[in-house]
C-alpha cells in the first residue's frame, strides 16, 4: 500500500522565520505534488516534482524531491501570514497517475 | 463563473434525509473527481469518472451514489449518512485521467461542508 506521510502535522511561527515541511513514504512515486489549501477552499496546486534530486523554486518555496524518489521537502524562507494554510503533498498511484494519493497534510500558521 | 463550482457549500442533513451535492466545472475537462476530507485524516479518493464514464469507486459505501450526466456536471446523492460521513467532500476536474506513471494537474472545488446529525 502505497502511503505518504507529512511532518510536522502543525506549525506555528512567527513573520519572518524558515521553515521545513516533510513528505515521507515507504513506496517509490513517480513524481510528488504540494498543494495549499486555504480556509474555505480547495487545494490549490503549487507544484509537481518528477525526477529525482530535482529542485523547483517558487518565489521563496522550495521544494525537492529525494534521490530515491520516496520523500520530499517543501521549505519556506522569511514566512508571511499569506503562507498561512494547510500544505498537502500527493502522489500518484503506480501507473495510474490520476489518481492521487494524499497525506494528512501539514497545517501552517505564520503569525504577524 | 469560472473554474470548479460546487454547490451547496454548507449542508445538514438527518440520518433519514437524502440529499444531493452538485459540481460544475467550466474549464472543458473530461476527468472528475470526488474526494472526502476529514479531519486530521488524507484525502480520500471516492469515484473518478472519464468522459462520463465511472473509473473509481473506492470502496465507497452505497449510501453514497454519484451521477455524471456530462464532463461538466458530477453528482453525488446522500442518503442514510451517518455521522461518521461527516466532511468537507471536495470536487476536482482535470483535462484527462493521466493513465501513465505522471498526474495530470487537477483543479478542485471549494467543498461542501456536510454535517450529519
Known amino acids: 500500500t502505497q502511503l505518504l506521510e507529512q511532518s510536522p502535522q502543525f506549525l506555528s511561527i512567527q513573520e519572518g522565520e524558515n521553515l521545513t515541511v516533510y513528505c515521507n513514504s515507504s513506496s517509490v512515486f513517480s513524481s510528488l505534488q504540494w498543494y495549499r489549501q486555504e480556509p474555505g477552499e480547495g487545494p490549490v496546486l503549487l507544484v509537481t516534482v518528477v525526477t529525482g534530486g530535482e529542485v523547483k523554486k517558487l518565489k521563496r518555496l522550495t521544494f525537492q524531491f529525494g534521490d530515491a524518489r520516496k520523500d520530499s521537502s517543501l521549505h519556506i524562507t522569511a514566512a508571511q501570514p499569506g503562507d498561512t494554510g494547510l500544505y498537502l503533498c500527493a502522489g500518484p498511484r503506480y501507473n495510474q497517475g490520476g489518481k492521487l494519493i494524499f497525506g494528512q497534510g501539514t497545517e501552517l500558521s505564520v503569525k504577524p | 463563473e469560472t473554474g470548479v463550482t460546487q454547490t451547496p457549500r454548507h449542508l445538514v442533513m438527518g440520518m433519514t434525509n437524502k440529499k444531493s451535492l452538485k459540481c460544475e466545472q467550466h474549464l472543458g475537462h473530461n476527468a472528475m473527481y470526488w474526494y472526502k476530507q476529514s479531519a486530521k485524516k488524507p484525502l480520500e479518493l471516492m469515484f473518478v469518472?472519464?468522459?462520463?464514464?465511472?473509473?473509481e469507486n473506492n470502496s465507497v459505501p452505497s449510501r453514497f451514489s454519484p451521477e455524471c450526466p456530462n464532463s461538466s456536471h458530477l453528482f453525488l446523492h446522500l442518503h442514510t449518512l451517518q455521522p461518521e460521513d461527516s466532511a468537507l467532500y471536495l470536487c476536482?476536474?482535470?483535462?484527462?485521467?493521466?493513465?501513465?506513471?505522471?498526474?495530470?494537474?487537477?483543479?478542485f472545488g471549494p467543498g461542501t461542508r456536510l454535517t450529519v446529525l
Open positions: 469518472y472519464n468522459f462520463k464514464e465511472q473509473t
Open positions: 476536482a476536474s482535470s483535462p484527462l485521467l493521466a493513465g501513465g506513471p505522471l498526474p495530470d494537474t487537477q483543479y
